[in-house]
């Protein structure tokens, strides 16, 4: 994967603030609080090299 993309992906500063909001949907739906996207990346990690 391209640096330049990881670091977009990464980066909050380069994703203009669009995911900012945390909304309460995942524990309403699921009800249990939601993991965050940094676990999610180091969970799956494998399917990406």
Not at 24 to 36: N, S
Request: glycine content about 6%; aromatic content about 10%; overall charge negative.
């Amino acid at each position: 994967m391209p640096a330049e993309l990881v670091e977009a992906l990464f980066d909050p500063s380069k994703q203009g603030h669009r995911f900012s909001t945390v909304l309460p949907t995942v524990e309403e739906v699921a009800g249990r609080t939601p993991g965050t996207f940094k676990q999610w990346a180091i969970d799956h990690s494998e399917a990406f090299r």
